[in-house]
Structure formats: C-alpha cells, structure tokens
C-alpha cells in the first residue's frame, strides 16, 4: 500500500468504497478488502450500510489502528446537536470508538449557508477525541476555501468525483497548494473506462485491464486518494494490484485530455 501525506497525516491512497453496497454483500466486501490488504474503507451515513461496514471491520482480523475509516454526514445533519448525535450513532453503528475521518457530504446548494455551524461541531467532536480529522465532499474551490476560512480543524480532503472524464485540475491545484487532499470516488466513471480505447491500449503494455490502468492514473498524481467500489474478491485484488507499474509522462497526459467525443459518450453511458 502507498500513502499520500497531507498536514503531516499519512492516509492509505487505495481504499474501499461502499455506496450501494448493502446487508452481507457489504460486510463480506469490507472483510474481505481488509484481508487483502486495504486499509482505508470509506462509508456514510446517507449510504445506510454503515453497521455492514462495521461488522466487516469487527470480522477482518486488523487492528482498527491500522484502518483508515471515513464516513461523512446526511445532509439532514447539519446543526449542531444534529452532527454530534448523529455522529455518535455513526459510532454505535460502526462498532468503533472514533472515526478517522468525518465528511460534510455535500454543500448547502438550496441556501448561502456556509457551514460554520455544522464546522464548529465537527471540530468539537474532533477535540473529543470521536473523530479525528475534519472534510468535505463534493466542494468546489470557491465552497471549500470558505469552508476552509470558517473551520477551527483543518479541512484534511475534499471528496469529489474524478476520473479521466471528469477534470478537475482547477480544483485539485488548489488543494495541492494548501496541502488539502482530493480523495476521487468513482474513479472508474462508473465502468465506463472498462472499454476505454486507449485505457485498453496502454493497458496491453503493462500486462494490465483499463481499469487499472484509470486507478494508477489517479494514484500517480500527487495529493490524491482513490476509493474504488467493488464486491467481488477478484474485483477487490484486481484494484489493489496497481503498485507494481508507473505511468510515463506521455500516457499520463495522454489518458488526461480524452477528446470530447470519448468523454462525452462515457458522461452518458455513467447516467444509465
């Protein structure tokens, strides 16, 4: 496993998503993940399977200081009272004492609030000991420099979607200079890069799928974490086997700039 280092935190670059993953098909996914080799799993509230997650930690045999456990707050929790009760049933749920990391799951779009309720919360629990760094997910640069000014805890990552498709650079620059990871979910754009021309192409050097090749083009590139979802064991090792090649420069740009027709046709197959 790797890691990427922000505000002096060392965070595992691969870890395991778990949106849409419910009941056993999550728990044996998380167990299953740890077993492997992943130390980072990332879950939410919203996502309702945060007990699953708990139970696949409680089953894996790994110490819970050696995990990397995310989850991130509903966006009906957003008051102060709300963040802490709900963060403690998060807690009851997932069978641990403290998480490692506690997200605002999206901005307020429907209001000009700007989260230092929810910020201020957040960093209390932190000074609680209950979690023990502060995020934000889906923020763009403008949402997450005030949610940056507003907060007593640092703003460890910004969880967003980022893919091939899906550029980002504006706000993955911002974070790099104010030492903010950018953690990328759907990093493969939903299975739309699993028939990628050049995905494939470039793949075939390497003796690598295309899918493999998009979670290596993320993790190549400095200050980012990659939370690919997967159930099945052979899906779970596949994602995991992607430290042992690097990228040249040529191909890392090459998968960078998709033509438009590719990104638009992957935008659209991703909304079915």
């Not at 395991?16 to 992943?38: E, F, I, N, S």
């Not at 609680?128 to 460890?156: C, M, Q, T, Y």
């Not at 953690?183 to 390497?206: N, W």
């Amino acid at each position: 496993m790797e890691y990427e280092t922000a505000q002096g935190v060392e965070v595992p670059a691969l870890g395991l998503g778990t949106w849409q993953l419910t009941g056993q098909d999550c728990t044996t996914a998380v167990k299953t993940a740890l077993d492997v080799g992943y130390r980072h799993i990332d879950t939410a509230q919203a996502y309702g399977n945060e007990a699953e997650v708990g139970e696949g930690i409680a089953a894996a045999e790994v110490d819970r200081e050696e995990i990397f456990l995310t989850t991130k707050l509903d966006t009906r929790n957003r008051t102060y009272q709300r963040v802490v009760d709900s963060t403690r049933e998060s807690l009851d749920k997932l069978g641990t004492d403290y998480v490692d990391l506690l997200l605002i799951h999206q901005p307020n779009y429907l209001t000009r609030a700007d989260h230092e309720e929810t910020l201020r919360a957040m960093a209390d629990l932190r000074d609680e000991g209950l979690i023990r760094h502060v995020g934000v997910s889906n923020f763009g640069v403008e949402k997450l420099k005030r949610a940056r000014e507003v907060s007593d805890a640092p703003i460890l990552t910004d969880q967003v979607q980022y893919h091939p498709y899906w550029d980002q650079r504006k706000l993955l620059d911002y974070c790099r200079v104010h030492d903010v990871l950018l953690t990328a979910y759907s990093p493969l754009a939903r299975g739309s890069v699993l028939d990628d021309p050049i995905l494939e192409r470039i793949g075939a050097t390497y003796g690598k799928s295309p899918a493999q090749v998009a979670l290596r083009w993320s993790l190549q590139q400095d200050g980012v974490v990659t939370i690919p979802k997967a159930t099945s064991r052979e899906h779970i090792e596949a994602n995991l086997d992607v430290f042992d090649f690097r990228l040249s420069d040529a191909e890392m740009r090459e998968i960078r700039q998709p033509s438009k027709l590719r990104t638009a046709a992957a935008y659209l197959r991703s909304m079915v």
